[in-house]
């Protein structure tokens, strides 16, 4: 099964692994390289700051366009983490390794399969 681990975090957060930045990239590096190892790594990016988000929503057929996040929230998306694993309770595991889980939250989420 695939879960998508979504890495939250917030200004406060982001300035202690900005603070730290060499630690967390050391445990993040650690954490990649054994998923990699063990075939559980599907994927992942961090995300650019909400700042630099648009949102586009569709009304009456136009597209209005806005910048920044569609939620205003002290938290915001930080990037995501996709594992292949057994269980949910793997993914939760990991996503309980993730520096940012400590910091802000991780979300584990299941990816419903694809339809052929």
Do not use: H
Request: net charge negative; glycine share 6%; proline share 5%.
């Amino acid at each position: 099964m695939k879960y998508m681990l979504l890495i939250y975090g917030n200004p406060a957060s982001q300035q202690a692994i900005a603070d730290a930045v060499d630690d967390v990239m050391a445990e993040v590096d650690a954490l990649m390289k054994e998923l990699t190892e063990s075939g559980e790594l599907a994927g992942g990016q961090a995300l650019a700051e909400p700042a630099a988000s648009r949102t586009v929503q569709v009304r009456d057929g136009v597209p209005v366009v806005t910048d920044g996040p569609f939620l205003e929230a002290k938290e915001f998306l930080a990037g995501y983490l996709i594992v292949e694993c057994d269980s949910l309770e793997r993914a939760t595991e990991i996503a309980a390794r993730w520096p940012d889980a400590r910091l802000c939250a991780m979300e584990v989420r299941p990816i419903i399969d694809e339809v052929s």
